[in-house]
């Protein structure tokens, strides 16, 4: 059977499992697959000694896609590449769908295999699982679960369930992870991850910020309900998550001894909260909050100021995460407002999944670094494979404890935002082109030729 090119974006979303021998002595220069894709195939370029190796990969018995023929040491690009088809034309022509390595000890995960039957399911998951608006997202959270170890055996449940947000946020890590090439291990069920990259381990812990039982939802609707929100609302609910988790004091764990630690923060409270909170986690963690002025040459001024407490109702809490007792045990708090169904559809679609007729329009802010602008930069995009890009770390940021007892060089996340506390000052590290929040509209065709607009899932509109 023919082979055929795919994209870096293809492959890397199909084949999720670590190819150290990619990491840092070979680069990856072509991707093919059979016309099926039941094999996949790689050309690299081996950084040392100047020549060119290939790497065919099949299915494992639980569906990952691992190597199964290689060959090194070939002088010519061209020539790496005809032996390349000529082995996956060979492995294609078998048929097989499985080429069993012979040390898998789990199933495959299917998250779209019904395994409740009195619990209703969760509004965001049926609108997930079914239709063409989330096709996209559909097919890569596919492909995510084969790589994903059920620790505590509860996964596919709650993700169909009461824990939608919650697991979505782990498969969201998971993928964020592997792009950022850490290895990890999934032998311990607390902290949720433990893993290392370049030898620096690292052990996390996933939150979430949920809805509270009986309250109101909160939108604001203008300006100042937004600052009241902000400034006073949102640091209780990340204070409550963050807290309680500290109670379970995770740096006390055998394993995680002498090991950095950081608590990894999604907001899912309310609506499109995750498009307008960010602000408030980054007041609350530093215990401070900026006021500006514009001088009489239109110099942009930045003063800090500390705040003692975060109020709503009669609910007070101290502000400054840091500066609590046994934070200093807590290396940062890594944060994003991109775990949402709008990420996954996106991912999904720049790597060949789901319908392509389905459109995505996004919109959105970006920074602005121009140092006396007060206003982000807007902007739309259509979610086009070969014309947009978009990574997983894309709008993830890294809070740094400046109390840390086992800081974290920001190279151990790269291309993250990092934030830090200098001279009393928070300072920031954010990359060219930084999205702040955005939210999308899928378009996709009705049965009659019409079109129509995607059904919006509750907490899944954000960045």
């Known amino acids: 059977m023919p082979t055929k090119v795919i994209s870096k974006e293809r492959f890397d979303a199909l084949c999720r499992v670590k190819l ?11 991707w093919y697959s059979d016309a099926e894709e039941r094999v996949l195939g790689i050309v690299l370029l081996d950084l040392h000694d100047k020549d060119w190796l290939w790497m065919v990969l099949g299915r494992d018995e639980a569906g990952l896609f691992r190597a199964i ?16 088809k000529v082995k996956l034309e060979e492995h294609s022509a ?33 609108i997930l699982a079914d239709g063409l608006h989330h096709s996209s997202a559909r097919g890569m959270l596919r492909e995510l ?8 055996g509860n996964f596919l449940k709650d993700f169909q369930t009461t824990g939608f947000n ?42 979430t910020v949920n809805p509270t039982a009986g309250e109101t939802t909160f939108k604001p609707s203008n300006d100042e309900e937004l600052r009241q929100l902000r400034e006073e609302y949102m640091p209780i609910k990340f204070g409550s998550v963050l807290l309680s988790k500290m109670r379970k004091r995770y740096w006390e764990l055998p394993h995680m001894n002498g090991k950095p630690f950081v608590l990894a923060v999604h907001d899912f409270c309310a609506g499109d909260s995750m498009t307008w909170s960010e602000p408030a986690m980054n007041d609350y963690l530093y215990g401070l909050r900026a006021t500006w002025h514009k001088d009489q040459n239109g110099k942009l001024h930045i003063t800090e100021n500390a705040i003692r407490e975060h109020r709503w109702g009669d609910k007070p809490i101290p502000s400054g995460f840091f500066n609590q007792p046994d934070t200093e045990h807590v290396s940062a708090v890594l944060f994003s407002n991109s775990a949402t169904l709008s990420k996954f559809n996106r991912m999904g679609k720049l790597a060949g999944f789901g319908s392509p007729d389905v459109k995505m329009i996004r919109v959105g802010v970006k920074h602005n670094f121009d140092p006396n602008a007060t206003e982000p930069i807007h902007f739309t995009a259509e979610v086009e494979p070969g014309k947009y890009s978009e990574r997983w770390t894309e709008g993830v940021r890294v809070f740094h404890n400046p109390r840390a007892r086992l800081p974290i060089p920001p190279g151990v996340f790269e291309e993250c935002a990092h934030h830090f506390l200098k001279d009393g000052r928070r300072v920031a590290m954010l990359l060219p082109d930084f999205v702040h929040s955005s939210h999308m509209m899928v378009i996709a065709p009705k049965k009659d030729g019409d079109e129509s607009v995607g059904a919006a899932p509750k907490n899944s509109q954000g960045s």
Not at 20 to 30: A, G, N, P, Q
């Open 69 to 84: 023929a290689l060959d090194v040491s070939i002088s010519t690009q061209v020539e790496a590449s005809a032996r390349l």
């Open 20 to 30: 150290s021998i990619t990491d840092y002595m070979s680069r990856e220069v072509e």
């Open 94 to 126: 078998t048929g097989q769908t499985v080429f069993p390595q012979g040390d898998v000890k789990r199933d495959s995960m299917d998250l779209f295999k019904p395994v409740v039957s009195s619990s209703p399911f969760h509004e965001n998951y049926k």
């Open 145 to 152: 679960a084969r790589t994903f170890v059920d620790v505590d």
């Open 166 to 207: 919650a697991r979505l946020w782990e498969l969201f890590l998971h993928a964020f992870l592997y792009e950022q090439r850490f290895a990890v291990t999934r032998e311990f069920d607390r902290p949720d991850v433990c893993t290392e990259k370049n030898g620096f381990p690292v052990g996390i812990e996933a939150v």
